[in-house]
RNA sequence: GAGGCUGUAGCUCAGUUGGUUAGAGCAUCAGAUUGUGGUUCUGAGGGUCGUGGGUUCGAUCCCCAUCAGCCUCCCCA
């Protein structure tokens, strides 16, 4: 028999685990709600060409890939072609429906931009939809990655207004402040602003290219970035552009100020600009002072998902050696890549798995969140044990969540037991209790021990 | 896809410059204590030293391969 394990980069959450990822979930959830956003939930496989071609080159490598059923089953002819495909996947990154049509979920946008599809003739636009659930990529695992973690996500989509932005903004921030992590960055920028730059370099064709090297500036430093944009083909002028960009320091109005005459020349840069700036100004509306997450415009922000087309955001927490624990922007035609035009999008999202990380190392989460049911009766036997079932039945109509353990075995035993799962309460039903009608209720913080009756017990209980 | 580190009891890890019977802590079980847990004391069980091969009189240790896990780069949540 082999050692039982899992699949690299999975997890089993515990009980105690499970508690706090619910808090998060929770958290989120109330928030999402509050903000108007509705629930929704897609399959965990989606077909394979809803899912290709959307994540770029290295998303596809990424994507599980569920084999086919019945391989063996097929007709000689079809056996042929399916031995000709699968030589083709030896070969080289090669999907074919024979073989594989079905795929696990990369992430939330792409199957939610698919379902606005397939159902916008139910949906009223602009449709607000939050989505908590797993996705899966096969990366190698490392800090904070993992092959299966979830995704909180909102979206609106059907709305180009900005002050679906600022919202989303809110958002992000009122749920870091709700979950009591602090020291987080919300970093915020434009695609068109990053094309504007592109435009100013004359290589607008070269926008990807200056993006990803200007996102790794915080690792490389500028230096890097200059050596990384000449292999790029960028010409000297075009660096020092850039360079003139990164450079603009301030407050985010006083950035967005020079950013302005930087790039006065280029329409779509004054475009991206004046998005952030609307952007900013509703958020300031909407805001509330006590929410401490820092909102940082930030040019060097790129984002790696190449559907985005507006405003950008992206999640730090710089207490925690950690990448992003969130990202999202604006897509201006996500729809259309599944036959809806003109439908514009923006959405965020939350990687739970990393905020749990975050939060566990700084130790944010609430004390009371290990515990479980609040009593444990033991189990004396004979008539006892019936008093005792009597007595659960009334704990729990009362909204006392109790338990009785299920065997007659030592009484030690079963204190050990209602201590390793760190109970509050054990009430011990016995002879003397049962004759009295009685109960005693120890309190395993304190020790101490009293004789009540039940409707005492519950009171104590619930008190506490 | 490239590189680094680690695999010894259920868990966390010692260990042997290659030698007979491989250890500790925690956990488990039993007892001190058959209606008082969390503290303490006593005892017990538990190991193909990741797997395969090589060197050797002899390998958990050295060498090679392989698998698994962790970490870094890339990319991402």
Not at 64 to 74: A, S, V, Y
Not at 200 to 208: F, H, N, R, V, Y
Request: hydrophobic fraction near 40%.
């Amino acid at each position: 028999m082999s050692k039982p394990s899992i699949p690299q980069g999975t997890r089993d959450f515990s009980p105690a685990e499970v508690r706090k990822r619910q808090y998060i979930f929770n958290t989120l959830r109330t928030i999402f709600e509050l903000y108007g956003f509705q629930p929704l939930e897609t399959p965990a496989m989606e077909n394979l060409t809803t899912l290709t071609g959307k994540y770029g080159e290295e998303g596809d490598r990424l994507i599980f890939k569920i084999l086919n059923n019945g391989l063996h089953e097929k007709k000689e002819a079809d056996k042929e072609k399916l031995n000709s495909e699968w030589s083709k996947m030896l070969e080289k990154p090669f999907s074919s429906p024979i073989v594989t049509e079905r795929a696990l979920r990369y992430d939330l946008t792409i199957p939610f931009a698919r379902y606005v599809v397939m159902h916008q003739n139910e949906l009223a636009f602009p449709f607000r939809r939050y989505q908590m659930q797993p996705v899966w990529r096969a990366d190698r695992p490392q800090k904070g990655r993992y092959r299966e973690f979830w995704q909180c996500d909102a979206d609106v989509v059907g709305s180009t207004s900005l002050i679906n932005e600022a919202e989303l903004l809110c958002i992000y921030q009122s749920a870091f402040h709700n979950l009591g992590l602090t020291q987080v960055t919300v970093k915020i920028n434009s695609r068109k602003l990053l094309a504007g730059i592109a435009e100013l370099c004359g290589t607008p064709e070269l926008m990807m290219d200056i993006t990803i090297a200007l996102d790794k500036l915080d690792k490389i430093a500028w230096e890097g970035v200059t050596k990384e944009l000449q292999e790029r083909g960028i010409s000297e002028a075009g660096i020092s552009h850039v360079e003139k960009v990164i450079n603009v320091k301030g407050n985010n109005e006083e950035k967005l100020y020079a950013l302005q005459e930087i790039m006065k020349d280029s329409v779509t840069g004054m475009q991206g600009i004046n998005e952030l700036k609307q952007a900013l100004a509703y958020h300031k509306e909407l805001a509330d002072a006590a929410w401490d997450s820092r909102l940082e415009v930030d040019v060097s922000l790129a984002r790696g998902l190449n559907y985005y087309t507006g405003v950008i955001v992206e999640v730090a927490c710089k207490a925690v050696q950690m990448g992003s624990i969130g990202g999202g922007g604006r897509y201006d035609d996500l729809t259309g890549l599944f036959g809806l035009k003109g439908l514009s999008g923006v959405g965020v999202s939350f990687g739970i798995d990393r905020i749990y990380d975050v939060m566990e190392e700084l130790k944010l989460f609430p004390e009371q969140l290990a515990s479980g049911a609040d009593v444990l009766l033991i189990n004396f036997g004979g008539e006892n044990e019936l008093y005792a079932l009597g007595v659960l039945k009334q704990l729990r109509s009362a909204g006392v969540s109790a338990e009785l353990y299920p065997d007659v075995v030592k009484f030690d035993k079963q204190m050990k037991y209602a201590n390793k799962r760190g109970l509050q309460y054990v009430i011990l039903p016995g002879d003397e209790e049962r004759q009295k009608g009685m109960l005693s209720l120890k309190n395993f913080n304190s020790g101490e021990q009293k004789m009540l009756s039940v409707d005492e017990c519950i009171e104590i209980i619930k008190k506490n």
